[in-house]
């Protein structure tokens, strides 16, 4: 079953210095089966993910322009399907990971480090994996920022952030 989503742009309801939490909650509330939440933020609602994933609801998350995010929230069960679906994709784009590092017993910034020394040694178009204890907000706009694409996201008990790391990845894009 192929999830659709509902947009919900708060934005301008931020912009107006108004509160959108409640329009969020009426969105949710008015989902019908098979229908996700698609919102678009100037930033990246971190409290919310937490909030909506006590709910029942899975998210992806990725920036799309000056500092605006979009963030897809789902249905735990159909979560399954994107997570295959997403596996599918990197698998058949991406090469499989060379270097691999578990940083999950490591306190920042050690796992950062770690990874960003990796990468330095790694060829354009190879790719890295690393384990984590939690989500690497540091990490991925200097990833971003050396021209590397990046996928990640937590295993289902969120004990464990999976990253993969593509080498110089939005630098052969642009070229």
């Avoid at 270097?99 to 890295?128: C, F, K, S, Y």
Wanted: glycine share 8%.
């Amino acid at each position: 079953m192929m999830t659709t989503f509902v947009e919900l742009d708060v934005r301008p309801i931020l912009a107006a210095g108004g509160e959108p939490l409640g329009k969020i909650m009426e969105t949710i509330g008015a989902l019908a089966p098979g229908q996700g939440f698609r919102l678009l933020a100037p930033f990246r609602p971190v409290p919310l993910f937490q909030a909506l994933g006590s709910m029942g609801f899975a998210h992806e998350d990725r920036e799309i322009s000056d500092g605006d995010w979009e963030v897809l929230f789902r249905h735990a069960d159909q979560e399954d399907l994107a997570d295959e679906m997403a596996s599918a994709f990197v698998e058949a784009a991406w090469p499989s990971p060379l270097m691999h590092l578990d940083n999950r017993d490591l306190e920042p910034p050690e796992p950062m480090v770690r990874i960003l020394a990796a990468i330095e040694a790694m060829q354009t178009g190879e790719v890295l994996s690393a384990l984590l204890c939690r989500e690497p907000v540091f990490l991925m706009p200097e990833l971003e920022k050396r021209g590397h694409d990046w996928r990640g996201g937590f295993d289902r008990d969120g004990t464990t952030y999976r990253l993969l790391v593509r080498i110089g990845a939005r630098r052969e894009a642009a070229e």
